[in-house]
């Protein structure tokens, strides 16, 4: 018996390469990994209802781009959400619940981030128990992976409002929701994911709420390279989550996470196409929501 390759291979007497038996088993291609890893959430969230599957790898690959292996998976539960909305309609930035399985550059192992009750606490203010049917819900889903696959996120830095980008509209509801459409589909490098009705939702549930949508999009191409070096962005930054909400005041805001926050949350620093798109999405925003102004 000898080593080969730090594996243990048997020869026979007469050292014929031929008739060398050599484990051939291999390791699981990192993309498999993470094939994998969304194939065992779909169990957990069989529950649930699936709002949006965003495989950023693979359209990155489409559209020309190369971003590691990165699975976002997007799903609801409105008896869960709702009851959160109502206590402040920014945390809809936040939900429905979402799970990334992804892996860092050049590594072999998959891994799993979501969004915690811990931040979610932290970033509206919020008192732990109104979290409680969240976290645990969110455990659950989790639970059944190795805790080595779990990316812990420290939220220690996280204050309220940490990488929310806010600005008001000039028009109603419905407009600014169409206008926003309207200027995101424009951009040929776009596509629009999914809509989530958290006033459409409550209504169903007997809860009265204001109008709040959150709208999904993203651009694979730029997702692709803003993930590049660090794609657990892709938790919160892609796709685009953009919130439009109504206030007790009648006022219209939209709301959406700063990128290059998230990136130096995760990663204690940004990269230029995140710099870059952060501009990109407040211009293109600012110019949807608000009434030009006429000499």
């Not at 940490?162 to 926003?180: A, C, P, R, W």
Request: charged share 20%; hydrophobic share 40%.
């Amino acid at each position: 018996m000898v080593l080969i390759g730090g594996m243990f291979a048997i020869a026979s007497c007469s050292e014929n390469p031929k008739n060398v038996e050599v484990d051939q088993a291999l390791p699981t291609p990192i993309i498999q990994q993470v094939d994998n890893a969304v194939l065992q959430l779909n169990d957990q969230i069989s529950d649930y209802t699936l709002v949006a599957s965003l495989d950023h790898h693979r359209m990155a690959k489409e559209a020309g781009v190369y971003t590691p292996p990165s699975i976002a998976t997007i799903f609801s539960n409105p008896e869960v959400e709702i009851p959160l909305i109502e206590q402040n309609q920014l945390i809809g930035l936040d939900l429905p619940f979402k799970v990334l399985c992804y892996a860092e550059p050049d590594t072999m192992k998959a891994l799993i981030a979501y969004t915690s009750a811990e931040f979610i606490q932290s970033r509206h203010s919020l008192n732990p128990e109104i979290l409680i049917d969240y976290q645990s819900s969110m455990i659950q889903i989790v639970e059944s992976y190795p805790n080595k696959m779990i990316s812990v996120s420290d939220v220690a830095d996280v204050q309220e409002g940490f990488g929310i980008v806010m600005i008001k509209s000039d028009f109603d509801h419905e407009t600014t929701v169409q206008n926003l459409r309207d200027i995101v589909m424009s951009q040929g490098d776009t596509k629009w994911f999914a809509d989530l009705d958290y006033q459409e939702q409550a209504s169903n549930a007997g809860v009265e709420l204001r109008p709040t949508l959150l709208l999904m999009f993203g651009g694979p191409a730029p997702g692709g390279k803003a993930m590049m070096t660090s794609p657990k962005i892709g938790l919160d930054a892609f796709c685009q989550k953009l919130l439009v909400y109504e206030n007790e005041e009648g006022e219209v805001w939209i709301a959406y996470n700063d990128i290059v926050a998230f990136a130096e949350l995760y990663y204690r620093a940004s990269t230029k196409p995140q710099q870059m798109i952060n501009e990109r999405l407040k211009m293109t925003f600012t110019q949807a929501v608000t009434i030009p102004v006429t000499s």
